[in-house]
Every structure is written in structure tokens, then in C-alpha cells.
């Protein structure tokens, strides 16, 4: 019991950052925009959650100019999406388990 | 403990509404389809009235025979199928960027994107191999070929949308067979697929995904 509380990431608490996680196992990129429609937040939340998880390694960034504007793509790194299964499994085996 | 849970499980919960729209196109409306298959059938009456009471050409002849193929005949139709595929196109483009914003999501994603990529591939490879065959002057085939490339193409796409798109392409598909070995009938496999199918899954859509919202 001990050892699938523990598979619990804290870092995971945040329905943003699940949210973001979510969007970025499924797609293979996603923009800021997109994100944000997504997932309706504003441009501030979104913005500092997406840097939380760069600086955990679990998304990378990539900026490329489209024209004269710049275009923010954001991918899900393997670990990122190795700490997100592992996220979701404890979570499933907490539900069923835990009753 | 108890607490807990249920934030998990709504995390769980929301992780998966999520994940759903953000991998498949939703905003896919069945009335699209009940009009696609509306303008298919009077299209169908047109060319049925044109060719069978315009011009009284014996039944089945004109399909089977290259020669009765004469160009009026062959622009007339040509039109008419045109026309079909616009008034089509257009509902289709319209309710769905209706439903769309009811459902407050931009019809232009990376999703829709993908779909009508993935829609499109097996099309227009359909559309060309039809004017290869009408160059080839086998008309006789041309039914079943646009209806088994576009039951393709739209198996191909449903790999982002609803399930219902699938089993609407799996029945193009068979209708194309049938129309391939039951030749001289085109007509009425057309009507049958673009028109009755078109209707039957957009109502069945329209029920199951868009009437209670």
C-alpha cells in the first residue's frame, strides 16, 4: 500500500500541469495557443506551469519564427511521459485498490 | 482518505475529457450529413428524371454502354454531381462550424487539420482514378469506385472523429462491391450510399451527440 502511495507524484497535484500532460501525451506537439484553449486558462497560469515543467525536464520547448511571429511548440519529453503513466497507473491502482 | 479519492477520481475524470479532445474532432455535426444526403437525393432524382425521362434511354443502358456515352449527357451529369458535392460541402462546412461554437472549441485545430488531411489522401487518389477510368472510357465502374474510395477515405479519418464515421465508410465500401458486381445499377447504389446512408448515420449522429447538448 505504502509503496503505491508513493508512486503519487506531488508534482502532479496541479490540474494544470495534468492537464498540459494530458494534451502533449495524446498529440506529439502542441501550441500555446491551442494549450490554452484547451484547457481555458489564461495566458500567465498557462505560461508558469509550462515552465515548471520545462525546468522538471518533463515537456521541451521549441520557438521557431513563422513569418514575423514567433511559434512556441511544446513537446512531452520521455521522461515527462514516463513520470506521467506512472502518475495515472498510481492513480487507477489508489481507486480500485484503496476501497 | 475518502476525500482523497474522489479528487483522484475527478483528476482521472478530467484527464480523459482532455485527452479525448484533444485526439479526436467532436464538432462533427450529423445535420452535415442529413443534408449532404438531402442534396444527394435530388441530385439522384435530376439525373434519374434527365436520364431515364429526358432522353428515355433504356434502363441500365447508358451506365453499361460507353457509346451511348454522349458528351451533353456526360456534362449534364458531370454538373449536376458538382453542384451536389458544393451544396454538400458547404452544409456540411456550416453546421459543423455551427456546432463548434456551440461547443466552444475553434473548428480549425491541429485535429481537424489531421482529419481532413487524412480524408483527403484516399479522395482526390479516388477522384483521379475515376477520370483515369472515364479516359479509359470505363464509365461502367466509375459508381462503385467513387463510393469504395470515399467509404476509404472516410475509414481513414475516423481515426479522429466519432466511431460512427467508420462504420458509415465500412458501409460506403460494401455498397461500392455490390454496385462493382451488380453493374448497370449505379445510379441506385449512389443514391444508396451518398443519399439514404448519409441520412441514416446523420440522424443517428445528431441523436446520440448533439441533441441534448
Redesign the interface.
Given at each position: 500500500m505504502k509503496s503505491i502511495i508513493q508512486n503519487i507524484n506531488k508534482f502532479f497535484e496541479s490540474?494544470v500541469r495534468?492537464?498540459i500532460m494530458?494534451?502533449l501525451?495524446?498529440?506529439d506537439k502542441?501550441d500555446f495557443n491551442?494549450l490554452k484553449?484547451?484547457?481555458n486558462l489564461t495566458d500567465g497560469n498557462l505560461a508558469s506551469h509550462l515552465r515548471t515543467l520545462e525546468n522538471k525536464g518533463y515537456i521541451s520547448v521549441n520557438k521557431k519564427f513563422v513569418g514575423r511571429k514567433t511559434q512556441t511548440n511544446y513537446y512531452a519529453t520521455n521522461e515527462g511521459r514516463i513520470a506521467f503513466k506512472n502518475h495515472?497507473d498510481a492513480?487507477?491502482n489508489?481507486?480500485h485498490g484503496?476501497k | 482518505m475518502d476525500n482523497e479519492n474522489k479528487k483522484h477520481l475527478e483528476d482521472l475524470k478530467e484527464i480523459r475529457s482532455i485527452m479525448e479532445r484533444s485526439s479526436s474532432f467532436l464538432s462533427l455535426s450529423g445535420l452535415s450529413g442529413i443534408f449532404a444526403g438531402i442534396f444527394a437525393l435530388i441530385g439522384a432524382s435530376f439525373a434519374y428524371w434527365y436520364i431515364y425521362i429526358y432522353h428515355a434511354f433504356k434502363r441500365s443502358s447508358i451506365i453499361v454502354n460507353p457509346i451511348d456515352f454522349n458528351f451533353e449527357i456526360a456534362t449534364v451529369l458531370f454538373l449536376d454531381a458538382g453542384i451536389v458535392l458544393f451544396l454538400a460541402l458547404a452544409s456540411g462546412y456550416w453546421f459543423t462550424y455551427k456546432n463548434s461554437k456551440k461547443k466552444g472549441l475553434k473548428m480549425w485545430n491541429p485535429i481537424s487539420k489531421k482529419l481532413i488531411f487524412a480524408l483527403l489522401i484516399p479522395l482526390v487518389t479516388g477522384g483521379l482514378f475515376s477520370l483515369i477510368l472515364i479516359w479509359h472510357g470505363a464509365t461502367f465502374i466509375i459508381s462503385s469506385t467513387t463510393l469504395i474510395f470515399y467509404g476509404l477515405s472516410l475509414i481513414n479519418a475516423s481515426k479522429y472523429t466519432v466511431r460512427d464515421i467508420r462504420y458509415l465508410g465500412i458501409s460506403q465500401v460494401i455498397i461500392g462491391l455490390v454496385d462493382a458486381i451488380d453493374i448497370g445499377y449505379g445510379l441506385f447504389y449512389w443514391t444508396l450510399g451518398f443519399g439514404v446512408m448519409h441520412i441514416i448515420y446523420g440522424t443517428i449522429m445528431y441523436f446520440k451527440y448533439e441533441k441534448n447538448d
Open positions: 490540474r495534468l492537464g494530458s494534451v501525451t495524446v498529440q502542441a491551442y484553449e484547451m484547457l495515472l492513480l487507477e489508489l481507486i484503496g | -
